[in-house]
């Protein structure tokens, strides 16, 4: 079976966004691999500073995860700071790639003409990510489009590694563009954290009418006849509703009596279906963290001799000893 990877950062508490357009497709995907699912709490360190709030969201994004659905039982979960083998791979693998395509990377670039003083994680982090890919022979990377420069890196470096050290050392990986339904916020726009037009994913379900009741649609009356396609509304209705549940918002929304509110009613009906169940899965881990910890401690344990093979595999080749 071949191997898919990919690395979330533990930056924010989930949204439906991330369910729908992430998470949700990426638990079908998983089915058809062996799956690697990691925590990139490394990554995360380049940006956020703060001790209780990397813990907190390293916990809100296993029991997120958990919680929709991903069986720890069939796809490896572990948080990359527990399988140090990935540092020495980096510093293996930052020998064999040149200065100058890290100063081409895009979040290096971006940081840069922002008049921001870059830290060296910002500028290694494709480093890391090779790392984070070569060490587990991943044959496929589920990323967003975003992630295309990054996977570049760790094919390049890695097809460098084989060219001089030996075919075959390591797996060149492949990047599988997750094409996700772009889903919108209240406002219409793409949902995203820093907007503040997000829906959170498991918030409690009086929050979550609440904040559905929010979304801004036309200021028809009630007896127009509207056009279900094109609202925000309706957009995020049939990401999580049935063909003839939509069918029926579209009739609905064209006869006198039904508007806006009553779609928006429909659609937190249809989240809290989806989403209600997770909910209290995720309360329940979320409230154990020691579970948490335990979960995630099986998961490193499992994929580190992965980690410790391929490290051995590449001392010998650069010529160091196998370690005892
Ligand atoms: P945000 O934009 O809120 O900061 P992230 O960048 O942390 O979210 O995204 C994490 C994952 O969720 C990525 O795979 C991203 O493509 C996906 N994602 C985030 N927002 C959306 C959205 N509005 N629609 C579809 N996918 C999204
Ligand atoms: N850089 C990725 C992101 O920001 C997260 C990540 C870290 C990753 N290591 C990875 C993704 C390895 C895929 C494979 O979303």
């Known amino acids: 079976m071949q191997r898919s990877l990919t690395g979330i950062k533990p930056s924010n508490a989930p949204h439906l966004g991330n369910y729908l357009g992430a998470i949700r497709p990426a638990l079908r995907l998983a089915q058809e691999y062996e799956s690697f699912l990691f925590i990139a709490d490394y990554h995360a360190l380049t940006t956020l500073r703060d001790r209780e709030a990397m813990r907190a969201y390293t916990y809100d994004v296993a029991a997120t995860w958990l919680a929709c659905g991903l069986d720890p039982a069939k796809i490896h979960l572990y948080r ?34 922002k008049g921001e003083a870059p830290n060296a994680g910002i500028f290694n982090y494709p480093v890391l990510m090779a790392a984070d890919i070569l060490l587990y022979d991943a044959d496929v990377v589920p990323v967003g489009r975003d992630q295309l420069q990054h996977l570049e890196v760790a094919r390049d470096v890695a097809a460098r590694v084989n060219h001089v050290f030996g075919e075959g050392l390591l797996v060149v990986p492949e990047a599988r563009i997750t094409e996700a339904p772009l889903v919108p916020g209240l406002d219409g726009q793409k949902m995203s954290k820093s907007k503040g037009n997000s829906i959170p994913l498991f918030a409690p379900q009086k929050t979550l009418r609440k904040t559905v009741m929010q979304i801004v649609t036309g200021s028809d009356p009630l007896e127009a006849a509207v056009e279900a396609r094109g609202s925000t509304v309706y957009e995020l209705y049939q990401l999580v509703a049935s063909e003839e549940q939509c069918r029926m918002m579209q009739e609905s929304l064209r006869r006198p009596d039904y508007g806006w509110g009553h779609a928006k009613q429909a659609l ?42 391929t490290i051995a595999r590449v001392r010998e080749a650069i010529g160091m000893r196998s370690r005892p």
């Open 80 to 113: 990359q700071s527990d399988v140090t083998e990935v540092f020495e791979l980096t510093w293996v693998l930052a020998c064999l790639i040149a200065t100058g395509q890290l100063e081409r990377g895009v979040s290096y670039k971006d940081a840069l003409a």
């Open 268 to 309: 937190f009906e249809a989240l809290e279906a989806e989403l209600g169940p997770r909910r209290e899965v995720y309360d329940a881990l979320r409230g154990d963290e020691a579970k948490l910890e335990a979960l995630l401690a099986e998961g490193a344990a499992r994929v580190r001799p992965i980690a410790r093979a």
